[in-house]
């Protein structure tokens, strides 16, 4: 090889990794009242975006329409080698390693010396929290879920959006016998009713208590109590209906169980019809919640856990009972080494319990059972179940010993006012001190239910009020509400005002005319509401102070005595009125204006 051959490869193992502009044109960096700029040929060149490389001290830049932009901090597409940089000050920053949130875009993204990585698809740590996140093209992607096998540490991670929730190995069950850990037991309904239970080997039963709106397991009462008495730790659960109402669900459960909330855990059982209705789901466990301060557990399969988006009830902090069955051949005596490995649950980083077979065969009875696999000891059951919680003085009221603060006991919101709105009831309540968030509660046809549960850093201060409105009501007009609000710290949920305040839904009448009836008399009509009476207002100077009228139930009004050769203009408004809890009132309608001739 000749040797100016060698010369040049020598020079090129010496270019830098970054390619550099193939410029035909002579740039270069000018300072300015402290300022750079790039110059084009002698010219500033307004029209250049891009990352730069200045030969002179050997630096790349960041230039935004001719001007180094040495204050920014982020992620920069070159555009000549379509690669992304970190650049912190303005500068390509190639000591940076690790995942960097770009806070112009939101993006996470995975450098390696200041480069991007868009090819690496897998798990990295973020040292701050100590967290695995999951990569491809380059940056967190938050649609993930599954598994993944992460090098470094040798083990397989559940992911969650993204985010490693937990390892397999921590995920699986543990199959051995250690009842400290675990219990094992089973779920029985009146199908069972020859079922001898003292004969059974189990450390719980759950049973069934009611289906639907109107039916109770004939063997309810029978087996909870003799469970109980043989020292298992119980549950009962509710096998949904989502032909009904979530409400007529809710009630019936809970007027038939009440009384064994705070011995049992609540399960809600959705396997039925509209197994896609999560909404459905969450206002029955949100309204059992706020009827006995227990959150009630929540069984259902692997398939249904997976197809349909349950965050909203795993985020609320309700437990999940998964169903995933190995096979159809029969299980003896809980052998758990035949159960097959764990179902994945895509939106609870970790499940409660497992129901592993319906083919469960135990010494004692002839017949097959489901068999089920509880993650946590007995202290654990009666914390599900609300043992902790002192209830009632009287059933109108729930206290629930606060464990945060010296165990005192949270007071109950005091409401203000429910007024009507153009999107519907516009509620009102003092705030407190100390208060993670407020259960909103709504009585209709005699039947409370759950509005909404309002993190306090969510609401809206209107004056010295925390202000919410209920939209769901929007369309709703003519019926009657009565709306109460609860306190909630930590798992420690106050009383509700049972009386609450009462609230019709009612609608601005449209004033349809106005027109002159006489030199001092102008006659205004408006179109009929669902109320009982209306006032008319009027005023002479623009809306600046208005004056009332009688109030009538017709829905036309001449007012009389007026300024000849003046122009008004007319409001109406409407109320409901309960000899119990006062008047409602209508927003005001549209002005309409009017001369009085």
Known sequence: MKKGLLVLLFLCLLCPVLPVRAESTTYELRTENGEKYLYANGKKD??????????????????????????????????????????????IDRTYSGLFQDTHTGTWWYLQKGIVNTSYEGLVLYEPNGKLYYIKDGKIDRSYNGTVYYETTKKTYNVVNGTATATIEEMKPLLNTDRSQTLKGIDISNYQNDLNL?????????????????????????????????????????????????????????????????????????????????????????????????KPMIYMSKSTANDYDWSSVANAGYKLWIARYNNRYANYNYDLSAAGPAPYA??????????????????????????????????????????????????????????????????????????????????????????????????????????????????????????YIDMTVKDRYGKGYIYSVAAKRGESVSAYDTKGLAFYRLQAPKITSAYSVGRDAVEVRWSEEKCQGYELQYSPDEGKTWIKCAQTDRTAKTISGLIPGTKYIFRVRCQKTNKDRGTTWSPYSAWRSAWAE
Request: glycine share 6%.
């Open 46 to 91: 307004t029209s250049f975006t891009d990352l730069y490389h200045n030969k002179s001290d050997d630096a790349w830049y960041y230039i935004v329409k001719g001007r180094w932009e040495k204050n920014y901090n982020g992620v920069v597409l070159y555009s000549t080698n379509k690669k992304y940089y970190y650049v912190s000050k303005g500068l």
């Open 198 to 294: 003292a004969a059974i080997d189990c450390d719980f039963v759950i049973v069934k208590a009611t289906e639907g709106a109107g039916v109770t397991d004939a063997s309810f009462v029978r087996n909870f109590t003799w469970a109980q008495n043989l020292g298992k730790k119980v549950g009962f659960y509710h096998f949904a209906r989502p032909i009904n109402t979530p409400y007529e669900d809710a009630e019936y459960f809970y007027q038939h169980t009440k009384q064994y909330f705070h011995q049992g855990i609540p399960v809600l059982d959705w396997e039925a019809e509209n197994m896609w209705d999560v909404n459905w789901a969450k206002t029955w466990l949100d309204y059992i919640y706020s009827k006995t301060g227990v």
């Open 346 to 467: 895509k939106y609870w980083p970790n499940y409660t319990m497992w129901q592993y077979t319906d083919q469960g065969r135990l010494n004692g009875y002839r017949l097959k059972l489901d068999l089920n696999i509880f993650y946590g000891t007995r202290e654990n059951w009666d914390q599900l179940a609300g043992k902790q919680i002192v209830h009632p003085l009287s059933e109108s009221y729930l206290y629930a010993y606060d464990q945060y603060q010296n165990n005192t006991l949270l007071s109950k919101p005091k409401l203000v006012a429910v007024y009507n709105s153009a999107y519907g009831a516009d509620i009102r309540w003092k705030p407190q001190d100390g208060v993670d968030e407020y259960l909103l509660m709504r009585k209709e046809n005699g039947v409370w239910s759950s509005v909404a549960v309002l993190p306090v850093s969510s609401l809206k201060n209107e004056g010295s009020n925390y202000k």
